[in-house]
């Protein structure tokens, strides 16, 4: 007998809340709606009074930060607050940006636009993500079997643009799409920056053990190597598109197997999502070309890119002699390519991006003058910028623009007459005793940067590293860190929450949109973590553990490298030897304080050692005096002691909560010790 059973408070109570969710989310996108109509008026009034759409950094700024103020009063996590706001702007500002040349389509009712690939395809979601805040008439997306079908498509007039995806944050460019362009037929006119999120998607029942094979784009499949590391049994499955790979499995849906695919294309096919973030890698960023037959002008006053193609005579200092026209202009160039050419072998092309537009005068000035070192220019286009670059209010920024310019000694390229052990050969090359910046994620550590690295010893749990990252990116800090593999003097103490903390590196990184450093302690795990993390970190305990500086000699993620506590500096630039006989000199040096006589502070910060390595090599150094203070009073006066003595950087401990935390709590800083590390650090600044 079946018994009837009234809901329990519990139940009752929940769909009570989750009703008050629906209508919340409702008045959100009814407000957002609004919103937009509102921006879209003052777009129609700025352009019938003239005034072109201008961005207003500064206004912008001024703007996220009021409002991180007013999430903060509300108990909103003010940075998550501000990356809202952020992406509301950035819709609000492209919807008022008018091409000068009217859209081919503006007089149709739909604008036609080919793209590789089949529908929900990630071309398919980009070129909704970009029609929509480019406004006018609908858009009727189409798919082409390939890429040259897409782009012939647009030549005979089939479609009004093509979008073709140019290259990729993981595996690079996309050689047919730069074939196709650099043919100059047609003109660059759009960006779009597209983030690819793959996830494992089922016929609705189907279990993981179930799966036989995953099916998907042999690219989509590449970028996701430990699924199948950790699923052997499962069979890989190449596929035209990963949005094809979803329609066909769900035509087949006693096949047992899964596409790697989009959310969206899982969702158009009535497919069961299984696994989300299924990628090695955090950021999977695609940027997406769009072209035309007819060149189209950005509104004045936006960020644009103009992307050249050039063919250089074969003489000798040609190219050194090109790239040295754009510099003298005090223009960026943020790409450049070498295409082949087909018909002439060893002669090569180049595709180039220039952070500019077209009709800047100091671009007019460059093609000028570029014109005696090229044998020929083709402009592919110029149109808005749609990443992020310098000078776009990111929240906040950090503090290497501020300080930029911080009082430091600027010592003078390492000189090739100080005293390195003989044996660091590669480490004293000439090459590498000139200043060099390692790049870390997006964020560059020296010469003229100021780096801020900082975040907890260990990565205790979600909440408190979420919490932490809050802190320390509100503050200025450009990588996070955090150790997941603790390397602790006593085996009864954390030892860290190794692969887990790792994950939770991956998403709060992704999260904050902030790199982050952690330490490797086994040789074995460099080949994975290198994937994983931005930077490694050898603790001081390992410095001369050779086993594991050969392994990270033979990955290419930067390596912070500490040095050992009662280890001689030239000790210290022959462990650097190991990493760079093994090719990797992607290194920056950390002092972190010695073992002396001394028992006041938990070691001897020595701040010679920082312009004695610089004198030494040109690499990166950088102070760690949260391990050398072990007191939290100490850490900001060691901190501006080893700015002033010419450091690239710090890296500090911080905790939301020090008295909790699970090692190293004497030390860490709160909150309020950051802002006062980061007011002392702008009050040296010149
Ligand atoms: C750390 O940075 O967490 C650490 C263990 O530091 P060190 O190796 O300098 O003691
Ligand atoms: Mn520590």
């Not at 207003?56 to 903060?72: G, Q, T, V, Y």
């Not at 008022?96 to 040349?101: F, G, K, L, P, V």
């Not at 943020?334 to 009709?359: G, H, K, Q, V």
């Not at 090229?374 to 950090?398: F, Q």
Request: with cysteine; aromatic share 4%.
């Amino acid at each position: 007998m079946r018994m009837t059973m009234s809901p329990s408070p519990y139940d009752s109570a929940l769909s009570e809340l989750r009703s008050e969710i629906d209508s919340l989310d409702d008045r959100l996108l009814e407000l957002m709606a609004h919103r937009f109509e509102r921006v879209r008026r003052v777009g129609d009034l700025k352009q019938e009074a003239g005034t072109p759409a201008i961005r207003d950094p500064r206004r912008e700024a001024e703007l996220h930060d009021a409002w991180a103020k007013k999430a903060e009063e509300r108990g909103l996590a003010p940075y998550l607050a501000g990356r809202i706001l952020r992406e509301l702007t950035n819709w609000s500002r492209r919807s008022q940006e008018r091409s000068d040349s009217a859209s081919p389509s503006s007089k149709r009712a739909s604008t036609r636009v080919s793209f590789q690939g089949a529908r929900h395809a990630h071309s398919d979601l980009a070129a909704r993500k970009l029609f929509a805040s480019r406004g006018g008439a609908e858009l009727d997306a189409i798919p082409y079997a390939n890429f040259a079908e897409a782009m012939a498509a647009l030549e005979r007039g089939e479609v009004d643009y093509a979008l073709l995806p140019f290259e990729n944050s993981l595996v690079g460019s996309v050689p047919e799409v730069g074939r196709l362009i650099s043919k100059g037929a047609c003109h660059i006119v759009d960006e779009e920056i597209w983030e690819v999120e793959h996830v494992v998607a089922v016929p609705p029942g189907l279990a993981m053990e179930d799966i036989v094979a995953v099916r998907s784009h042999p690219v989509a499949l590449a970028q996701c190597r430990r699924f199948f590391e950790a699923n052997p049994s499962i069979a890989v499955e190449e596929w035209f598109d990963t949005a094809g790979a979803a329609e066909s499995i769900a035509a087949h849906p006693d096949g047992r197997r899964a596409a790697l695919c989009s959310v969206e294309a899982a969702r158009a096919h009535g497919l069961e999502v299984l696994v989300t973030g299924v990628g090695d890698r955090r950021r999977n960023l695609t940027r997406f070309l769009l072209m035309a037959r007819e060149p189209e002008t950005p509104a004045e006053g936006i960020p644009a890119t103009t992307t050249l193609h050039l063919k250089l005579s074969h003489a000798k200092g040609s190219l050194h002699g090109l790239l040295g026209v754009f510099e003298g202009q005090g223009l960026n160039l943020s790409r450049i390519e070498s295409r082949a050419n087909p018909d002439r072998a060893f002669e090569y092309s180049f595709l180039i991006d220039i952070e500019t537009r077209l009709d800047a005068p100091e671009m007019q000035g460059a093609l000028n003058e570029a014109r005696r070192h090229a044998v020929s220019i083709d402009i592919l286009g110029t149109y808005p910028c749609r990443g992020e670059r310098a000078g776009s209010p990111e929240c906040p920024a950090a503090l290497s623009d501020s300080l930029g310019a911080i009082a430091r000694p600027k010592p003078e390229p390492a000189s090739q007459g100080a005293v390195v052990p003989a044996e660091a050969k590669a480490v004293a090359r000439d090459e590498m005793t000139t200043r060099r910046s390692v790049r870390v994620g997006g964020v560059e550590i020296g010469p003229d940067q100021f780096t801020l690295i900082a975040g907890p010893c260990a990565v205790e749990s979600e909440a408190q590293l979420n919490a932490t990252a809050e802190i320390v990116k509100a503050r200025g800090a450009a990588i996070l860190r955090g150790g997941a593999f603790k390397p602790r003097t006593s085996p009864h103490s954390f030892q860290g929450l190794r692969w887990e903390g790792v994950k939770l590196l991956k998403e709060t990184s992704s999260r904050y949109d902030i790199p982050f450093v952690t330490e490797v302690i086994e040789p074995g795990d460099v080949e994975r973590l290198a994937e994983e993390a931005d930077m490694l970190q050898v603790g001081a305990r390992n410095m001369q553990n050779f086993p594991l500086l050969r392994a990270l000699g033979r990955v290419r993620t930067p390596v912070l490298l500490k040095r050992g506590m009662s280890a001689t500096l030239d000790e210290l630039l022959l462990a650097t030897e190991y990493l760079f006989a093994g090719g990797n000199d992607q290194v920056v040096l950390c002092e972190r304080g010695i073992r002396t006589f001394e028992r006041s502070t938990r070691a001897t910060l020595d701040v010679s050692a920082v312009p004695v390595l610089k004198e030494k090599c040109g690499l990166p150094v950088i102070v760690d005096p949260s391990h050398a203070a072990g007191r939290r009073d100490l850490v900001v006066p060691l901190a501006l002691a080893a700015a002033a003595a010419g450091a690239d950087g710090l890296i500090v401990e911080v905790h939301h909560r020090p008295e909790e935390a699970l090692c190293d709590k004497d030390q860490a800083l709160r909150s309020e010790d950051l802002d006062a590390l980061v007011a002392g650090l702008q009050r040296i600044q010149t």
